[in-house]
């Protein structure tokens, strides 16, 4: 989430001469520093106000969860960073606020085992994230100058907080919201040494931005209802924990951190003062997680916020990576779906980085766009900015798209029949089906990734089936969710069946990750220690025969319900359906499109024993693509 997990909220330090320097630019007769008042220009709050004389504060909040069940309500630790004004001149401002679990860093803990049979030990592999890849913190340099105050909150159990996390359960959902309640007068709150202190300077209008767990918990506050928060940017945020841990009723991972889950989880982020009293909690969350099954149930229930969206009163900026496979974009498309419903005012960010902020190679636009989302909606400011374009969508090749929704206006789905070929394998993928005889592969378990199961596409291989279309005479947009529904039947102790969707024609794609060039930009003040800088970064781009567009899972047990575990009878023939993470990708011309079947996906599932055999029928099977506009007819 941050992390991590989603990620944290580190500061960019310029170690180094730069051969290039830009600054963004700013409106002409910018009023000088010093000011007693909040300054509107050309539609957006002006930098008038001191970086560098800004007040702090430390506050401990009250919330309404006993998570550690100590008897005492648990308290959320808010550090505050505001215009010296609001201390001399008695200036109220707006808050922006970034709650995380990670600001005292987390913990090294081993993850579960994943190969299902090995010795029951903990695996080696740990939690621990990287850090540097945490939120750039560029929000007092920028909005504090633009009359904002700007604030960062430990998550329960997490720094100088009190309670136990509970990786996105009611609790940690409390203690989001009573920052917001705080700030509207609604919460008692003390300084760190006792005394009782009120927000007298608020206006009680709050913001939360954050990416991966930071940006969770601005999605958790929101569901809350609260009154006040007024807006929230959830960058690669989780909307439903079982979409994070689990997937189609089984254990599935996020991408890179195979065995973790909620205990894991909140023993990494467990870093209050005397952290052993969440022990027995913890115990209680790994026992209710449910490793064996993946079903979902009343633990994943109580972290799903999909569910909880019409509460929701704020305007929502949902953003994700097109390439982010740890919080796997499901997370935000079914965030957006569901608050479509509700009114509330929406954009969408889908960009071609991984799990990642395009504020790093997209600088100006983020910065318009997010400051007019906060000024609109903390402020009041007619901007317009809820007139502009809901989506903006970046495609491989780098450029932006701008549309009115999301998948794009047009966009229809198309059956394509998984046939047999000429000689069985490969098959082929067709707009008819072709009726044939049933085709087998079994399972390789731990002994093969998807990536080598899915290379050498033109030849039969025993450990997976693959259907491709011919070298495609146009391009092709997949924008939407697609799925799969095959006829099917196992044998043998693998319950999973994964579907891979694959771009096959050696071409440079983006890989999501980002290098960073020698220009310099500087959006805001600059004080000791924080240039008000960064790199402008770019996306790396690599050279191969393939890519995988997107991925899907299903535990065929659960093939009616991902709350309800179903035995199936060994070589009997069911019907299995299940979708495939969302995903905007364009397929070139002259490129093949590819499915390929298999049973256990090495980075993603857990791991039975090789051996399982599984029986597909061609002809009564398919993908369901959701094609933008014309591409049926390049499927043709």
């Not at 994700?320 to 740890?326: E, P, S, V, Y």
């Not at 697609?482 to 043998?492: E, K, Q, T």
């Not at 069946?497 to 805001?524: E, F, I, K, N, W």
């Amino acid at each position: 989430m941050r992390r991590r997990l989603p990620g944290g909220a580190g500061v960019i330090t310029v170690t180094a001469a730069l051969l290039a320097t830009t600054a963004l630019p700013a409106a002409a007769d910018t009023p000088a520093k010093g000011a007693a008042h909040v300054t509107v220009k050309n539609g957006e709050t002006q930098p008038v106000f001191s970086r560098a004389d800004a007040v702090t504060q430390t506050v401990d909040i009250e919330t309404t969860a006993d998570s550690d069940r100590d008897g005492v309500r648990d308290r959320v630790r808010m550090r505050i960073m505001r215009p010296k004004e609001t201390a001399t001149a008695g200036l109220k401002v707006p808050t922006i606020l970034e709650p995380s679990p990670y600001w005292a860093g987390i913990n090294d803990v081993p993850n579960h085992p994943v190969d299902i049979g090995d010795a029951r030990a903990r695996s080696l592999t740990s939690t621990k994230r990287n850090l540097a890849e945490f939120f750039p913190g560029y929000y007092d340099n920028y909005f504090l100058p633009r009359g904002y105050a700007v604030a960062d909150l430990d998550s329960i159990g997490t720094g100088g907080s009190t309670g136990c996390p509970t990786s996105g359960d009611r609790s940690e959902q409390a203690g989001a919201k009573a920052a917001v309640d705080w700030l509207n007068g609604r919460a008692r709150g003390w300084t760190p040494d006792g005394a009782p202190v009120r927000a007298t300077w608020s206006t009680g209008n709050v913001g939360m931005i954050g990416q991966s767990y930071d940006g969770t918990l601005p999605n958790m506050a929101a569901a809350t209802g609260v009154d006040g928060l007024k807006a929230i940017v959830p960058i690669a945020g989780i909307s439903s924990w079982y979409d994070y841990y689990r997937a189609g009723g089984g254990v599935v991972a996020p991408g890179g951190y195979q065995g973790e889950d909620l205990d894991v989880l909140a023993k990494a982020v467990l870093t209050r003062q005397n952290p052993a009293v969440c022990a027995g909690i913890i115990d209680e969350i790994e026992a209710a997680q449910d490793r064996e099954t993946g079903d979902y149930s009343k633990v994943w229930a109580e972290r799903d916020y999909v569910g909880q969206a019409r509460k929701v009163r704020a305007a929502v900026m949902v953003v994700h990576g097109l390439n982010d496979w740890n919080v796997k974009i499901k997370n935000s498309v079914q965030w957006w779906n569901a608050l479509k419903e509700t009114g509330v005012p929406l954009k969408l960010w889908l960009h071609q980085g991984d799990h990642s902020t395009p504020f790093g190679w997209r600088i100006e636009e983020w910065l318009r766009q997010t400051l007019h989302w906060f000024d609109r909606y903390l402020y009041g400011v007619r901007n317009g900015i809820e007139r502009e374009p809901r989506v903006d969508v970046q495609h491989a090749d780098g450029t932006w798209e701008t549309a009115r929704d999301w998948p794009v206006p047009g966009t229809r789905t198309v059956p394509l029949s998984l046939n047999a070929g000429p000689s069985g394998q490969p098959g082929t993928l067709g707009l008819l089906p072709r009726p044939g005889e049933r085709q087998t592969f079994t399972d390789a378990g731990k002994t093969r990734t998807a990536e080598q199961l899915l290379a050498g596409e033109e030849q039969a291989d025993p450990n997976r089936l693959a259907y491709l279309t011919g070298p495609l005479p146009g391009a092709v947009r997949i924008d939407g969710i697609p799925s799969v529904s095959l006829r099917a039947s196992l044998d043998g102790p693998s319950p999973y069946l994964t579907a891979l969707l694959v771009d096959y024609g050696t071409d440079a794609r983006p890989t999501g990750s980002r290098a960073s060039t020698d220009q310099q930009v500087c959006y805001g003040e600059s004080v000791p220690g924080d240039a008000g800088c960064i790199y402008r970064q770019v996306l790396r781009t690599e050279t191969a025969d393939y890519k995988i567009i997107t991925r899907g899972w299903l535990d065929v047990r659960n093939r009616h319900d991902f709350s309800r575990t179903e035995p199936i009878k060994a070589g009997k023939a069911y019907t299995f359906r299940w979708d495939l993470e969302p995903t905007d990708y364009t397929v070139k011309a002259g490129h093949r499109l590819g499915v390929i079947l298999l049973s256990t996906d090495y980075d993603y599932t857990l791991r039975y024993p090789a051996g399982t055999e599984v029986a597909v029928r061609p002809g009564a099977a398919r993908v369901l693509l959701p094609l933008a506009r014309g591409g049926r007819e390049s499927l043709s």
